[in-house]
């Protein structure tokens, strides 16, 4: 009995530290922080911000250099196309683009990298896919950092929308779909994309 005790003290410390390491990791992120800086815009919810967290300090060069670049370039003026980030390996994609209908659109995930995406004009449609139900038939392509998922169920996918004032950052377990067609008239989107170093 008094070996319980002990184990369900232990148990009961272990998950308030971790709730508690929880509690900052949101106090943190909703500080601004990881920021350098840049105010317009904040994580989404579904960003994993423990995940971020830890990606942040295991490569701050790489997210300082990213949220500096964010901070100090006009985004709406900027030309489409590649541009690199200064003092970082990093390369911004500027894209002027339009959501399609979900059966145009392609599923993803990546290992190496972490998907940053930051909506500033319009609004873009995203979706997560649940692990259980979703299957590649064709294994990971290492030098694209690319899987895909051809077969998931739309009725366990999380449909979501983002606008300007939110960054998203999809991380190895995020699986994701981007660029899908919302319910507003306008389809139209600027989207800011850059693939930071994924970070064992």
């Known amino acids: 009995m008094r070996k319980l005790i002990i184990l369900f003290t232990i148990l009961t410390l272990s998950l308030a530290a971790n709730a508690q390491s929880k509690s900052e990791i949101r106090k943190w992120a909703a500080s601004g922080a990881w920021a350098n800086g840049f105010t317009k815009a904040k994580p989404d919810k579904t960003v994993n911000l423990e995940t971020f967290y830890t990606q942040y300090h295991k490569n701050p060069d790489q997210w300082n250099a990213l949220f500096q670049w964010l901070r100090d370039t006009d985004l709406l003026a900027i030309p489409k196309g590649k541009h690199p980030i200064p003092n970082s390996?990093?390369?911004?994609?500027?894209?002027?683009?339009e959501n399609e209908p979900l059966t145009k659109r392609g599923t993803e995930s990546h290992r190496k990298k972490a998907d940053f995406q930051y909506v500033v004009r319009g609004t873009e449609g995203f979706a997560l896919l649940d692990h259980e139900t979703s299957k590649a038939s064709k294994p990971y392509d290492e030098k694209k950092d690319v899987i895909h998922y051809d077969t998931y169920l739309p009725e366990k996918t999380h449909f979501f929308d983002s606008?300007?004032?939110?960054?998203?950052?999809f991380f190895p377990e995020d699986w994701h779909i981007a660029k899908?067609?919302?319910k507003k008239k306008d389809q139209n989107i600027r989207v800011i994309v850059v693939k930071v170093d994924y970070i064992e």
């Open 89 to 97: 390996t990093l390369v911004a994609s500027v894209e002027d683009s």
């Open 163 to 169: 606008k300007p004032g939110r960054f998203l950052i």
């Open 180 to 182: 899908i067609a919302t």
